[in-house]
């Protein structure tokens, strides 16, 4: 008799508590009472997303039984699906699949459960969607697919799988990224290992003439530059507007960054298509000694050069 006297609101945050802590009788005398089965507590989550979230399975087959949208979604668009693969409930995500939910549902950045299990690295999780039928090469809004998450996470099993499964290597997002770029944007050099190791192209470039080394450089990630220099990228490859591996180096201060690449042999009187030189880019002290050091090296190299031919 209590239960019925509450409010809505009283009643469906109580069936919230007891789906939350697993408590699948209070959330039965509830709903027998007459709880709200989609009742929004917060920013749009049901509990039904809730049991999901946690793999409450007996909670949620209640839930279900008694009506509970499958496909109702929270402000930013997750559906309960998105939240048990995002936590890996393997059975509340065959639960939710075999009553029907949509495997292609989408938040609102365009991503699909596949991308909430790839980005988290859920590699046991991500199967089962794929065994299912998901979509390898969906896309967000941006163009990324999920191994473009995978990689940018480095989740290594989680990339693997996706190839595995014929994943494209290749994809690229609507600024004409791959999975490579953002492996080496974030400095990740075992996420590019294994992309290059399967093949992906070293030289590939984006919609404004960026490499993954040039991405690499200009967020001065020196393991990924040291790893891509390795494997044969190019050091005086140039983006659209001329710029080098080197001037992006400078033009952010990322001095370790700009000590591989001289080491490595990148000419530190390049310019770009303003005549800007590396020197020019520099925005400290530290910078400029150490162009200004590589330059005078390049110099002593060059007479050292013309000595030995004259004689």
């Keep these: 008799m209590a239960a019925a006297a509450m409010s809505d609101a009283d009643m469906g945050k109580a069936l919230w508590d007891a789906v939350e802590a697993g408590n699948t009788g209070e959330v039965t005398r509830l709903l027998v009472a007459g709880a709200p089965v989609n009742w929004d507590v917060r920013f749009g989550q049901t509990p039904l997303m809730t049991a999901a979230e946690r793999g409450h399975i007996e909670s949620m087959r209640v839930l279900l039984d008694r009506g509970a949208d499958l496909e109702a979604k929270n402000k930013n668009g997750l559906t309960a699906l998105h939240w048990a693969a995002y936590n890996c409930k393997l059975e ?75 994943a494209n290597l290749e994809a690229k997002d609507k600024a004409g990224e791959k999975a490579l770029f953002w492996a080496a944007r974030t400095g990740k050099p075992e996420a590019m290992a294994l992309l290059l190791d399967r093949g992906a192209n070293l030289e590939a470039k984006d919609k404004d003439g960026f490499t993954a080394l040039l991405w ?3 967020n001065g990630k020196p393991e990924a530059m040291a790893l891509l220099l390795d494997r044969g990228a190019d050091l005086d490859v140039k983006d659209e507007n001329g710029d ?12 370790e960054a700009m000590v591989i ?12 298509k303003d005549g800007q030189s590396a020197l020019d880019r520099c925005g400290s002290d530290t910078c400029r000694r150490v162009i200004l050091g590589a330059e005078r090296l390049q110099r002593w190299h060059r007479r050292r050069l013309l000595v030995t031919w004259l004689h």
């Excluded at 859920?122 to 809004?141: F, I, P, T, W």
């Excluded at 080098?244 to 952010?252: D, G, Q, V």
């Design 92 to 166: 509340a995500m065959a639960l939710l699949l075999d009553r029907g939910a949509n495997l292609e549902a989408k938040d609102k950045a365009g991503e699909t459960a596949l991308f909430w299990a790839a980005r988290t690295g859920k590699v046991k999780g991500m199967a089962l969607l794929l065994d299912r039928g998901a979509d390898l090469e969906a896309k967000n809004k941006n163009g990324l697919t999920a191994l473009h998450w995978a990689a940018y996470n480095c989740k290594l099993e989680a990339m693997a799988l996706l190839l595995d499964r014929g």
């Design 244 to 255: 080098t591996a080197l001037l992006w180096a400078a033009w952010n201060g990322h001095v």
């Design 261 to 272: 690449l001289l080491d490595r042999g990148a000419d530190p009187e390049t310019r770009d």
């Design 216 to 218: 690499a450089a200009r």
